[in-house]
């Protein structure tokens, strides 16, 4: 069975950082892109970031651009989301995804999905 599990979220102050991580198990993503998505309450998934199968390409959305980085570590089928000055409208569930190309994933159109971890910003 295959499975994106997210972890590493959690309650943080305003102007911290937080990586979260997504390791993915039942195959192996090596050739794929992987990509991070969030929701806030009441507003749709959004991209966020996104990674090529060998990491030299990244895309980020402009929300995320100069204070998110997406990183992998192939061997061990982790996708990672380093976020730093973290603001209150970071507030969402964050979720990572695996699609052939960076395009699909920004186009949401993935493959495999993950459940989700809480990114609470607090003031």
């Known amino acids: 069975q295959v499975q994106l599990r997210e972890s590493g979220g959690g309650l943080v102050q305003a102007g911290e950082s937080l990586r979260i991580s997504c390791a993915a198990s039942?195959?192996?993503?090596?050739?794929?892109?992987l990509g991070w998505f969030r929701q806030a309450p009441g507003k749709e998934r959004e991209f966020v970031a996104a990674?090529?199968?060998?990491?030299?390409?990244?895309n980020y959305a402009p929300s995320a651009m100069g204070r998110f980085t997406i990183s992998r570590d192939n061997a061990e089928n982790t996708v990672y989301l380093k976020m730093n000055s973290l603001k209150a409208e970071d507030t969402a569930v964050y979720y990572c995804?695996?699609?052939?190309?960076?395009?699909?994933?920004?186009?949401?159109?993935?493959?495999?999905w993950g459940q989700g971890t809480q990114v609470t910003v607090f003031p």
């Open positions: 995804a695996a699609a052939r190309w960076i395009p699909l994933i920004k186009a949401m159109n993935c493959d495999y």
């Open positions: 990674i090529s199968w060998n990491g030299g390409i990244t």
């Open positions: 039942g195959r192996s993503f090596s050739n794929d892109a």
